[in-house]
């Protein structure tokens, strides 16, 4: 049964194709040493914004900009606020951003660790959160999400599963422990959420309209 669910998960991830934009942006982050969600879990973040018509949206986690360009393309209106420590990644998102040809006024960029700059952000102001930042901030980050999502809003946490730590309780490291802890709060206190075996794990919820 594993090996046959290990079979669809890869069969799955194959199936999304990326146009030449989006392979130069994965050369991005393979250079930079940074993470990007996997094809198939972009895709979804795309599909994610289009049927939720989201105009709004905070990253957590600028990384070359993969996902970022995800969420801009599931809709042209969608106004986007990335957040990253790193200087370097989110100069190569803004080139990415804008050799696929998003408006600059589409994006901020903003350079710093989310635990200092989301308690900015308005509270009920955003229609999608996505967090893929560093996993042991994750609970915190969720958590100031919730608070800027507008009702009935999307929170999404990439990396839920942490390529498949999460689901082994012998896993005792830091961020394993604080990503396991997320999903169970989140799943536990949402009755529209649900964690998906995409990429790295997804984990989704709505808020309460």
Same mark, same amino acid.
């Given at each position: 049964? $594993? ?22 942006? /994965? $050369? ?12 198939? &879990? ?8 289009? *049927?939720?018509?989201?105009?709004? #949206?905070?990253?957590?986690? &600028? ?17 986007? &606020? ?6 370097? #990644?989110? /100069? ?6 804008? %050799?696929?040809? *998003?408006?600059?006024?589409?994006? @901020? ?9 989301? =308690? @900015? ?17 994750? =609970?915190?980050?969720?958590?100031? $999400? ?8 999307? +929170?999404? *946490? $990439? ?5 498949? /730590?999460? #689901?082994?309780? #012998?896993? @005792? ?6 990503? %396991?802890? +997320? ?5 536990? /206190? ?20």
């Amino acid at each position: 049964m $594993a090996s046959d669910k290990t079979l669809s998960w890869a069969y799955s991830e194959e199936q999304t194709a990326e146009d030449q934009m989006m392979v130069l942006a /994965r $050369a991005a982050a393979e250079d930079l040493g940074v993470s990007a969600v996997s094809p198939a &879990t972009g895709a979804l973040l795309r599909l994610l914004v289009s *049927i939720s018509h989201s105009r709004t #949206a905070v990253e957590v986690g &600028t990384g070359a900009g993969v996902s970022g360009l995800y969420l801009l393309l599931g809709n042209p209106d969608l106004t986007l &606020t990335t957040i990253d420590v790193e200087a370097e #990644a989110q /100069r190569s998102a803004r080139e990415v951003f804008s %050799r696929a040809g *998003i408006r600059a006024s589409r994006t @901020r960029l903003i350079k710093g660790r989310s635990a200092d700059i989301l =308690p @900015r952000l308005a509270d009920r102001s955003y229609d999608l959160v996505l967090v893929d930042g560093d996993p042991e901030e994750a =609970p915190g980050d969720a958590e100031e $999400a919730l608070r800027i999502l507008r009702p009935g809003g999307l +929170l999404v *946490i $990439a990396r839920a599963l942490l390529d498949g /730590r999460v #689901a082994d309780p #012998a896993r @005792r490291e830091p961020e394993t422990v604080a990503i %396991r802890g +997320l999903v169970r709060d989140v799943l536990d /206190r949402s009755p529209l959420s649900s964690l998906l075996p995409v990429g790295s794990g997804l984990l989704l919820a709505q808020t309460q309209s």
